[in-house]
């Protein structure tokens, strides 16, 4: 019975044979080079002003506008003087804000 059995093995060396060679073809890759795409995209030509950035803030927080202060050297808005937001962050959020614009209007 030993006989069968030792049929179906193959000899170690050539198994360690196929093995390195499987190992050896699939880790030797040509490295290429990817270069990032660059999609141009449409650049907001209207700015959106403070006043308008200020009321989305009052209506989004429930806070009143007097107590919505721009600083201009951080550029960010603060909000009861403790939430502080970058003006390209809320921008974003102005943007993407649908009902926002859906219900208020630009």
Do not use: H, W
Not at 54 to 74: A, R
């Amino acid at each position: 019975m030993k006989k069968d059995l030792t049929q179906f093995y193959l000899p170690t060396n050539i198994v360690l044979a196929i093995l390195f060679s499987f190992v050896g073809l699939s880790s030797c890759k040509k490295k290429e080079v990817v270069e990032p795409i660059v999609i141009d995209t449409p650049k907001d030509v209207e700015a959106v002003s403070n006043e308008s950035l200020i009321k989305f803030l009052s209506i989004s927080f429930g806070v009143p506008k007097d107590e919505t202060v721009y600083d201009k050297y951080n550029q960010e808005f603060i909000l009861r003087g403790k939430l502080r937001l970058k003006r390209t962050e809320v921008e974003d959020y102005y943007k993407n804000a649908n009902v926002y614009q859906a219900i208020y209007g630009k």
